[in-house]
């Protein structure tokens, strides 16, 4: 089955500064990457996706690459703010079941 | 209405109970799914129904039965659970389950099982 690794596990950024999240997946016919926000003790929250036919996406503060050939996309937060703060999860399709897997994700810390 | 709605928000219940977990929504979603998420982890797929019918089971223990009624509602009927079992009960929807979807996700039920 797919297989997403999520890198780094823990972030920590000052406000203002970039944050940026990798993730790799394994399955070479997966074709669809959301990435989710999830704050404590609430749902996670789509944040941005990104398809296979499409190298990169952006909105606003936020933007997603995928390379597909490596088989990796990345998440990119610019200007961070403290409202950040959130675990992030990568995902993929996987590409004969529909299924979503996810990645360990990320802690992301921004401080003030 | 772009929000999936999840009751109750918070249970807890003994290892001899029985409870139901329950998902509406009214989007016109034909896909819904139950995932679980244990603290610090990522959402875990339990479940999918599509068009009402039960296409994927991940192998999960009987003691969860998922039960889909009609297109805008799911239950998850909980019986005999372990400790082990507590965990943020989510369930989600998309359109008709195809490959390419935004899953939206209710807010979840926090189930602890004594």
């Known amino acids: 089955g797919e297989n997403v690794e999520q890198h780094p596990s823990t972030l920590s950024v000052q406000e203002g500064d970039s944050a940026v999240i990798k993730c790799t997946y394994s399955?070479?016919?997966?074709?669809?990457f959301p990435w989710y926000k999830q704050e404590l003790g609430k749902r996670p929250q789509l944040i941005i996706d990104?398809?296979?036919?499409?190298g990169e996406k952006k909105d606003q503060r936020i933007a997603v690459t995928l390379n597909k050939t490596a088989k990796h996309f990345s998440l990119h937060i610019t200007e961070t703010q403290p409202e950040d703060s959130a675990v992030y999860f990568c995902?993929?399709?996987?590409?004969?079941?529909?299924?979503?897997?996810f990645g360990k994700g990320t802690l992301l810390t921004v401080n003030p | 209405d772009t929000e999936v709605t999840q009751t109750p928000k918070h249970l807890v219940m003994g290892m001899t109970n029985k409870k139901s977990l329950k998902c509406e929504q009214h989007?016109?979603?034909?896909?819904m799914y139950w995932y679980k998420q244990k603290a610090k982890k990522p959402p875990e797929l339990m479940f999918v129904y599509s068009y009402e019918k039960l296409s994927i089971n991940e192998s999960v223990p009987s003691r969860f039965s998922p039960e889909c009624p009609n297109s805008s509602l799911l239950n998850l009927h909980l019986h005999a659970l372990q400790p082990e079992d507590s965990a943020l009960y989510l369930c989600?929807?998309?359109?008709?389950?195809?490959?390419?979807?935004?899953?939206?996700f209710g807010s979840g039920t926090q189930l602890s099982v004594l």
């Open positions: 995902a993929a399709i996987h590409g004969s079941n529909y299924k979503l897997t």
């Open positions: 989007m016109g979603h034909r896909a």
């Open positions: 990104i398809r296979s036919n499409v």
């Open positions: 989600a929807s998309s359109p008709t389950g195809g490959r390419n979807e935004k899953l939206f």
């Open positions: 399955d070479s016919a997966s074709n669809y």
